[in-house]
Nanobody, 127 residues
Framework: QVRLVESGGGLVQPGGSLRLSCAAS????????MGWFRQAPGAEREFVAA????????MYEDSVKGRFTISRDNAKNTVYLQMNNLKSEDTAVYYC????????????????????WGQGTQVTVSS
């Protein structure tokens, strides 16, 4: 049973920073790519960032490029999302997801490629 637990969300002013964490358990963490997605009220869950199983390759949604950084520590079974220069449009519940396929050839941002999700952590950017 795969379990993902996100933390680190909160209320921050525009231009501020937050670091999200996602602790994983239940299978060999380092065999799977990991992703961050977000869902604003009334919207679909959308891709934010993904990282390959060894951390050598990353992928970002265009609106967060240059502001967000995804990383992972396989020794701690944890994936992170450093978010800088936050904007009001970043307000959402942030979820981490685990790829359904081990050692997938490429990192993917497709929501259907991830089959395990955490409970989410709320990020609110407001003055």
């Amino acid at each position: 049973q795969v379990r993902l637990v996100e933390s680190g969300g909160g209320l921050v002013q525009p231009g501020g920073s937050l670091r999200l964490s996602c602790a994983a358990s239940g299978r060999t963490f380092s065999n799977y790519h990991m992703g961050w997605f977000r869902q604003a009220p009334g919207a679909e869950r959308e891709f934010v960032a993904a990282i390959s199983c060894r951390g050598r390759s990353t992928m970002y949604e265009d609106s967060v490029k240059g502001r967000f950084t995804i990383s992972r520590d396989n020794a701690k079974n944890t994936v992170y999302l450093q978010m800088n220069n936050l904007k009001s449009e970043d307000t959402a519940v942030y979820y981490c997801g685990a790829d359904r396929v081990p050692f997938r050839t490429v990192v993917t941002g497709g929501r259907d490629d991830y089959d395990y999700w955490g409970q989410g952590t709320q990020v609110t950017v407001s003055s």
